[in-house]
């Protein structure tokens, strides 16, 4: 049920299972798409240190999940004018300095191009500024590849543009789920399977899951947008 619904923001409680229900769900779900499978309740790593380099040690206390503009943005044109702030984000989810992840588009107003943005904030609060992590990755106009970039190496706001799919916590240490999956045997990739895996558990009880992951061997394929903005979508 929605509750709170105030300039255009709309509140939802989610289902929220126990971390070793989940475990044995996923444990179960994976193995229909990776060979070798390992799910398990563990303590969160000390995300400041390598190989995550977050700005807070953890990814829990309070969590919550925000999803913000959409696709409805992208068409029949790219709204350019549809732009955030991730600390306002943190506010409008009760949560304020709250350690924000997950992915969008980055500002136009900032960039001036199409990007993709991985947002990794540590929201300002009580007089303390915000703690920007956060990549960009876009088109390179030298080479055509990919090009990824430290935010705050070249810009200094928290702002997004038309979509994000968030991840909202205290960024606290605490106990977290420990997904270890390789050999892929199937057609999903590992977030779309793990959607998979808890929407055919739970069907319509809506869970929702955040966090980060490490690919240590192998290749992925990234979808990196181009420049510019279509001038119509269909």
């Given at each position: 049920?929605?509750?709170?619904?105030?300039?255009?923001?709309?509140?939802?409680?989610?289902?929220?299972?126990?971390?070793?229900?989940?475990?044995?769900?996923?444990?179960?779900?994976?193995?229909?798409?990776?060979?070798?499978?390992?799910?398990?309740?563990?303590?969160?790593?000390?995300?400041?240190?390598?190989?995550?380099?977050?700005?807070?040690?953890?990814?829990?206390?309070?969590?919550?999940?925000?999803?913000?503009?959409?696709?409805?943005?992208?068409?029949?044109?790219?709204?350019?004018?549809?732009?955030?702030?991730?600390?306002?984000?943190?506010?409008?989810?009760?949560?304020?300095?709250?350690?924000?992840?997950?992915?969008g588009a980055a500002s136009s107003r900032t960039l001036g191009i199409n990007a993709e943005l991985m947002p990794l904030v540590h929201t300002e609060h009580e007089g303390k500024p915000a703690v920007n992590g956060s990549y960009v990755a876009r088109i390179s106009p030298?080479?055509?590849?990919?090009?990824?970039?430290?935010?705050?190496?070249?810009?200094?706001?928290?702002?997004?543009?038309?979509?994000?799919?968030?991840?909202?916590?205290?960024?606290?240490?605490?106990?977290?789920?420990?997904?270890?999956?390789?050999?892929?045997?199937?057609?999903?990739?590992?977030?779309?399977?793990?959607?998979?895996?808890?929407?055919?558990?739970?069907?319509?009880?809506?869970?929702?899951?955040?966090?980060?992951?490490?690919?240590?061997?192998?290749?992925?394929?990234?979808?990196?947008?181009?420049?510019?903005?279509?001038?119509?979508?269909?």
């Open positions: 049920m929605a509750t709170g619904a105030k300039h255009g923001i709309e509140k939802f409680v989610l289902y929220q299972p126990r971390l070793e229900e989940l475990s044995d769900v996923l444990q179960k779900g994976l193995k229909e798409n990776f060979a070798d499978v390992h799910v398990s309740v563990a303590d969160c790593p000390d995300l400041t240190k390598d190989p995550f380099g977050f700005p807070v040690k953890g990814i829990c206390g309070k969590p919550r999940i925000a999803d913000v503009g959409g696709v409805p943005y992208l068409i029949p044109v790219a709204k350019l004018d549809k732009i955030y702030d991730i600390n306002t984000v943190a506010r409008d989810t009760d949560l304020p300095g709250a350690f924000i992840l997950g992915a030298t080479d055509g590849g990919c090009l990824l970039e430290k935010y705050s190496e070249k810009y200094h706001d928290c702002d997004f543009g038309l979509l994000g799919n968030l991840y909202v916590s205290e960024g606290k240490p605490g106990k977290v789920l420990e997904i270890r999956a390789s050999r892929r045997i199937g057609q999903f990739s590992l977030v779309t399977a793990i959607r998979k895996s808890l929407e055919n558990h739970y069907g319509d009880k809506p869970v929702a899951m955040g966090g980060t992951f490490i690919i240590e061997k192998g290749k992925a394929k990234a979808h990196i947008m181009g420049k510019l903005w279509h001038v119509g979508m269909q």
